[in-house]
């Protein structure tokens, strides 16, 4: 899936994300961007199996969680990169918008989930995905993202049965041309010595 750059996209519960730029060199592709949080706003709990994430904070306070850990704060001119494999989340913990850059790499189909999911967020209320989007792009994509705020039982024993339903409903005709997920073979899980660990940077 090509997309024209920028690329900004809402998800209705206080999150912008712009796509600025898509680069490509020998070491391999990397995907940049910039963000817009509103005060309390921020993805839940979630894990990218593959991808490094980093975010540098240009304005505002961001509060950054790992799971089983204390919750830290970074201010103008910080920054926090989260490993692949690494469970975290990150909020504007201030009371004005929390502006950051940030780059992702390896891409694969960052940038497709999170339009799709934003676009399902904003549809449903600003709240949460539908539930038929939640349990295609969470199987589809199982490969790469997991959201950790949504229980086992729900992905184990509730989504299959969406998922056929939704089938059968005719749900996912707007998911045609979806790109192909990593196969599995392709993933590097994080060794158990990087889990619960956040590196931390400080502009000069």
């Avoid at 989504?159 to 749900?171: N, Q």
């Avoid at 073979?185 to 660990?197: C, E, H, V």
Wanted: hydrophobic share 35%.
């Amino acid at each position: 899936m090509q997309y024209q750059h920028p690329h900004t996209i809402t998800n209705g519960a206080g999150e912008l994300l712009t796509f600025t730029r898509l680069v490509k060199d020998p070491t391999g592709e990397w995907l940049e961007g910039e963000n817009l949080v509103q005060p309390n706003s921020g993805p839940p709990m979630h894990v990218h199996h593959i991808q490094d994430e980093h975010l540098s904070v240009v304005q505002g306070k961001m509060g950054v969680q790992l799971l089983g850990e204390a919750p830290k704060y970074f201010g103008p001119g910080e920054g926090a990169t989260f490993k692949a494999g690494v469970p975290h989340k990150f909020w504007n913990a201030g009371t004005e918008p929390l502006v950051c850059t940030a780059w992702v790499k390896p891409v694969y189909n960052m940038e497709y989930f999170l339009t799709e999911l934003f676009k399902s967020i904003e549809a449903n209320g600003g709240k949460r995905p539908g539930i038929f989007d939640a349990a295609y792009l969470l199987n589809r994509y199982r490969s790469e993202f997991d959201m950790l705020s949504i229980p086992n039982f729900v992905k184990k024993v509730v989504f299959p049965v969406v998922l056929f339903f939704g089938k059968l409903l005719g749900k996912y005709t707007k998911f045609e041309g979806a790109p192909e997920p990593v196969p599995f073979d392709q993933t590097q899980p994080t060794p158990q010595s990087l889990r619960n660990n956040i590196e931390v940077e400080v502009a000069s």
